[in-house]
């Protein structure tokens, strides 16, 4: 086959030899133009050429390919409300500190009676409820836009060439064909998309009615599944569990991290500046790198603090605070010394370690080793040179599979209830501050990080405007109102625009489908300019605000305090009243004495 260009003549294609059976073939790559196509016949045994008789013919132009835009919904709705729980979280952890320090103070712990004669604490815990009922709308509200991804695809496609007529579209996840081809009227479609992956790469293609008509692909659009996912700054190692999901009990979820706080009546996971000096374990961690032991305060530095943050790998919130803290790390290498400790898994084992090494690395959490990684398992330094891993007489290392001696836990030593929690060591070597933070992004992050600092070298905050120091528990009503407003407002028209849509695309479902229907509010909203009458409960034994638990914290529970901290430890005795005291129980006039 031959194919010459009409008006001059120029061979520009051949396609050949063919078979004698073969009965098509196709040029590519032809520019606009008119073209001259024959054939040419060989007769076998003969050098004579059969040429056939000379088509004129153009080249079928493929359709040029759409651009396409792509809008997430709902997820500026959903940063605004996070941003906002994220602030009441913060706030209710200065509340319950505010208020444990002023119970421990006046001696509540041992004498209930005296919190309720207390109208700090009284109105502490007033303000306390009503804060832990803000944050349940705000929960309310973030379950409209979590479990799930939907994102608005709209295109346009123009042609350079009039003659071009599209006859349709086909949408494109991860470069394969997802769902059925759409006709050329169609130029919006709505997508649901789980959370199974980290993102998704959409795009599209345009088709038409000739043969191999179809056009390059698109402008390709990322997504990521993130900002949807649940919301989870802190959770317990007594409830969090690596294999569940959403919405499963024991997920990276805040709402079963709180409603355990309230049952169990955990509220010093933050415990903030210590007022006592306390000291570090003298215990060895286990290297993840160099899968050796060494002494806990090898890497502390006498002319700065050193921070440490507890994570889990399979944690939301360790990961997103892992991210922030090698950041800072980074930026920061002269003013701290940092300690990444994984918690969950043992790194004795040698498959297990290159396991959590991988993560580390795959991460970009490792890159100029500012952050020493290590495990939770941890041995006293005279002890160190034992368990799972031996030296050979040449000195070879050698590691064994199997774990041999059962080793300490970090977090059992230390008090951490849960992950991520941050330790910060002052210069002189002590345990000074003990806490979390829900950070909204890394500049929040990144100001409580200098704030701390400041706290522990007990020197001036250098943040501008800074909210830690402010050390603000109140919440501004007309913003709490305006905001679930608006956020119910813009689901309400999320819902109303869905009529619009012509279909809607799924992952279970190939065929078009009519949308129709309504979805719920997004948040309960309080009426605007209804005034909040002021509540005082009346406090009794048994029904006492949350702070004011005489159950203690970590801190005082842990066997390393035991030793360090007798004075911490030691449980409160309750004093009976006098004899005196006691108010005699004098028989009615009319009783019968028998």
């Excluded at 109105?123 to 479990?147: K, P």
């Excluded at 802190?234 to 009990?249: F, G, L, Q, S």
């Excluded at 943040?463 to 109102?481: L, R």
Aim: glycine share 6%; aromatic share 8%; proline share 6%.
């Amino acid at each position: 086959m031959c194919c010459k260009e009409e008006n001059t003549g120029k061979m520009v294609q051949t396609i050949g030899p063919l078979h004698a059976d073969a009965r098509e073939g196709e040029f590519k790559n032809l520019k606009e133009g008119n073209y001259l196509v024959y054939l040419e016949v060989y007769v076998y045994g003969s050098d004579s050429v059969i040429r056939s008789e000379v088509m004129s013919m153009q080249p079928a132009l493929s359709p040029d390919p759409p651009q396409i835009t792509v809008t997430l919904v709902g997820l500026e709705d959903r940063r605004q409300v996070e941003k906002f729980t994220c602030d009441l979280v913060n706030k209710r952890d200065r509340l319950i500190r505010q208020v444990g320090h002023k119970l421990r103070k006046i001696g509540a712990l041992t004498h209930p009676l005296r919190a309720e004669k207390n109208e700090d604490i009284v109105n502490g815990a007033v303000y306390l409820s009503h804060i832990e009922e803000l944050l349940e709308n705000c929960f309310s509200a973030l379950d409209n836009y979590t479990g799930q991804l939907t994102a608005l695809v709209s295109w346009q496609c123009p042609q350079s060439h009039e003659d071009i007529q599209v006859s349709g579209y086909k949408l494109l996840l991860d470069g394969k064909q997802y769902g059925s081809p759409m006709h050329a009227g169609i130029r919006t479609i709505k997508v649901q998309l789980g959370l199974e992956q980290p993102s998704y790469r959409l795009s599209m293609v345009a088709t038409s009615d000739k043969p191999k008509g179809v056009s390059c692909e698109s402008n390709t659009v990322e997504v990521l599944t993130m900002p949807f996912k649940p919301f989870t700054f802190y959770c317990y190692h007594k409830i969090h569990r690596k294999d569940m999901k959403y919405p499963a009990y024991g997920c990276c979820k805040y709402q079963d991290s709180i409603q355990y706080e309230r049952q169990s009546a955990k509220k010093l996971a933050n415990q903030g500046l210590l007022q006592k000096q306390i000291p570090p374990p003298a215990c060895s961690v286990l290297d993840i790198f160099d899968g050796e032991f060494k002494p806990l305060m090898s890497s502390h530095s006498p002319r700065c603090p050193t921070a440490v943050l507890f994570w889990t790998p399979w944690c939301l919130s360790s990961q997103k605070m892992m991210d922030h803290f090698i950041r800072f790390a980074k930026d920061n290498t002269k003013e701290m010394m940092y300690i990444a400790v994984a918690c969950g898994l043992t790194g004795t084992a040698a498959e297990s370690r290159k396991t959590l090494a991988h993560t580390i690395t795959a991460n970009s959490w490792r890159e100029d080793q500012t952050v020493w990684h290590v495990t939770a398992d941890c041995a006293s330094n005279v002890y160190e040179t034992m368990n799972s891993i031996n030296r050979t007489i040449t000195g070879k290392k050698i590691e064994q599979d199997k774990v041999t001696e059962k080793l300490m836990d970090l977090t059992e030593v230390l008090g951490i209830a849960g992950v991520p929690t941050l330790l910060f060591m002052s210069p002189e070597g002590h345990i000074a501050w003990h806490g979390r933070y829900c950070a909204f992004d890394y500049s929040a992050f990144e100001s409580f990080m200098r704030h701390v600092v400041s706290e522990v070298l007990k020197q001036p905050c250098p943040v501008f405007n800074c909210d830690s120091c402010k050390n603000d528990t109140t919440v501004d009503e007309d913003a709490v109102g305006k905001l679930l407003k608006e956020t119910a407002s813009s689901q309400n028209a999320h819902t109303t625009s869905r009529t619009l849509v012509p279909y809607i695309w799924s992952p279970r479902h190939t065929k078009q489908t009519s949308v129709s229907g309504s979805t719920s509010n997004m948040a309960k909203t309080q009426r605007p300019g209804s005034p909040r009458r002021k509540v005082r409960y009346d406090l009794t034994v048994n029904r006492r605000p949350y702070s004011a638990s005489n159950v203690t914290g970590m801190w005082d529970k842990s066997p390393y305090a035991t030793c360090v901290a007798p004075h911490l430890h030691r449980p409160h005795k309750i004093k009976p009243r006098p004899l005196s005291a006691k108010v005699p129980h004098y028989p009615h006039k009319d009783a019968q004495l028998s």
